[in-house]
């Protein structure tokens, strides 16, 4: 068997393919913002309860993680084989700092997640039975995580960063084919993600509520963003700062916009939609949209429709740069690997 031989010229790094993603934010704030949510809505959906998934999935990266230093490698067939998993020891002080949350909420979780025999303890062994809850496969994530990886090998082609052609199915395969290497990679980068955000909005179901109202408006925006450039010979680039001050610009003034000589009404999103689009109780929505106005992340239109202030401008943004940084060493990996591959 011949050794392959690696071109260092065509290895792309974490600062080219972060600089790229942020300076086209247009061509991909609104995928993006789409891959976190479905993700989101998939956490939320297998136990009702976003803590209970992210423990499950913080107790898989460490097995993968054991794979990994014991060069253990499965595809995603291997891995899923069985209706169980076996997984490396762990302690509640451990889950604790790495979710950083109170040990007694981690500890009521666990027992929850034990009651309910998602975690069972034979002998000496620990297990996850995946047979007792659903949402387990990310069968649909790949295929969205596949998308945006492309979305971002075209930037970087256009750059002449990136020589490799791909596609969505390409792309999803290396995915499945290095499945312990490249979900060990995808955790590493959602689990500080969507922790970062607990921090910052309290909990994180008031994040999936405010993030709902993010990805109805970047959608509405970016329609809007499109349609004015659609009869122009060069479109105008909005780079990650940018795009966001438009999207909220448009917004604020719950003003319509002019477009093509024909009024577009610039339209939040309810209560009642987001209870739909997310299945978390109506209640709840109401509750937390409450305070995500009183703290001045949400506003109300005068359809009574949410909407996102410029304060998201001051403080969630700086957060997401910093975040960013993690998600450029996830998709220069993969971006890597494909290459290679």
């Known amino acids: ?12 790094n974490d600062e080219q393919v972060y600089e790229h993603v942020m300076a086209n934010y247009d061509q991909l704030g609104k995928d993006w913002i789409a891959h976190q949510w479905k993700w989101m809505n998939a956490v939320y ?3 009702k309860d976003h803590y209970k998934y992210l423990i499950i999935i913080s107790l898989v ?29 762990f302690n509640i002080s451990e889950l604790c700092e790495k979710l950083q949350l109170p040990k007694e909420t981690v ?10 025999g998602v975690l069972k303890r034979i002998k ?13 496969k990310p069968e649909n994530q790949m295929k969205y995580t596949s998308r945006y990886i492309l979305l971002v090998s075209e930037i970087l082609s256009k750059e002449k960063l990136y020589s490799k052609k791909l596609d969505t199915k390409y792309v999803e395969n290396i995915l499945k084919k290095n499945f312990t290497s490249t979900w060990r990679w995808f955790y590493k980068m959602q689990i500080p993600t969507v922790i970062g955000y607990h921090e910052m909005f309290e909990d994180l179901t008031t994040f999936h509520i405010w993030g709902t109202v993010c990805m109805n408006q970047a959608f509405n925006y970016s329609k809007i963003f499109e349609d004015k450039n659609k009869n122009k010979n060069k479109k105008n680039s909005l780079d990650y700062i940018n795009f966001h001050k ?5 917004y604020l003034d719950f003003n319509t916009q002019l477009i093509r000589g024909k009024k577009i009404i610039t339209n939040g999103v309810s209560a009642m939609s987001i209870s739909d689009m997310t299945t978390i109780p109506r209640a709840t929505v109401i509750r937390k949209c409450k305070f995500l106005v009183k703290t001045n992340y949400l506003k109300l239109n005068d359809k009574k429709q949410y909407v ?9 943004l700086p957060h997401q740069k910093i975040i960013f940084k993690d998600k450029a060493k996830f998709l220069r990996k993969i971006l890597n690997l494909c290459m290679v591959s």
Request: hydrophobic share 40%.
């Open 107 to 116: 500890r009521r979780k666990v027992l929850e997640l034990e009651k309910i």
């Open 246 to 250: 438009q999207v909220a610009k448009n």
């Open 1 to 12: 068997m011949s050794l392959q031989q690696i071109d260092f010229s065509k290895v792309i």
């Open 124 to 136: 000496k062994q620990i297990i996850i039975d995946r047979s007792t809850f659903s949402f387990i």
């Open 45 to 47: 959906q297998a136990f």
């Open 61 to 89: 990266e460490k097995t993968l993680q054991f794979y990994d230093q014991m060069n253990i490698k499965l595809t995603y067939d291997q891995f899923y084989s069985k209706s169980y998993l076996q997984i490396d020891k």
């Open 308 to 316: 996102l202030s410029t304060f998201n401008i001051k403080r969630v």
